[in-house]
């Protein structure tokens, strides 16, 4: 059963860091562009950054850029996210996706759209 599990959320103060974790199981990540979300209280689900399955290509939200940085490890399965001087406009609840099929760029995946979904991890910033 293809299944994402995300962790290292936390209660952080403005200007600290975090990172997340994206790990599978059932299925190998090394072929999926894989894509990292978050929706924040009262707002829409909005994409965060999203990595290719060699990890040699990714993309940022302007919100975050110089500030966050994806990558992943395919023999470990996991995919992070390093969020460095974290904002209090941060604050939400982060989901890692992966397309249903094993797309390659993200591009090709938000085209097929994100089928598979964890349960999100909760970043709160605040003073």
């Known amino acids: 059963q293809f299944k994402l599990v995300e962790s290292g959320g936390a209660l952080v103060q403005p200007g600290e860091s975090l990172r997340l974790s994206c790990a599978a199981t059932?299925?190998?990540?090394?072929?999926?562009?894989i894509g990292w979300f978050r929706q924040a209280p009262g707002k829409e689900r909005e994409e965060v950054s999203c990595?290719?399955?060699?990890?040699?290509?990714?993309n940022y939200a302007d919100s975050v850029k110089g500030r966050f940085t994806i990558s992943r490890d395919n023999a470990k399965n996991v995919v992070y996210l390093q969020m460095n001087s974290l904002k209090p406009e941060d604050t939400g609840v982060y989901y890692c996706?992966?397309?249903?099929?094993?797309?390659?760029?993200?591009?090709?995946?938000?085209?097929?759209?994100?089928?598979?979904w964890g349960k999100g991890t909760l970043v709160t910033v605040s003073s």
């Open positions: 059932g299925f190998t990540l090394d072929y999926y562009a």
């Open positions: 996706a992966a397309p249903g099929e094993p797309v390659p760029t993200c591009p090709m995946a938000k085209h097929y759209g994100m089928d598979y």
């Open positions: 990595i290719s399955s060699s990890g040699g290509s990714t």
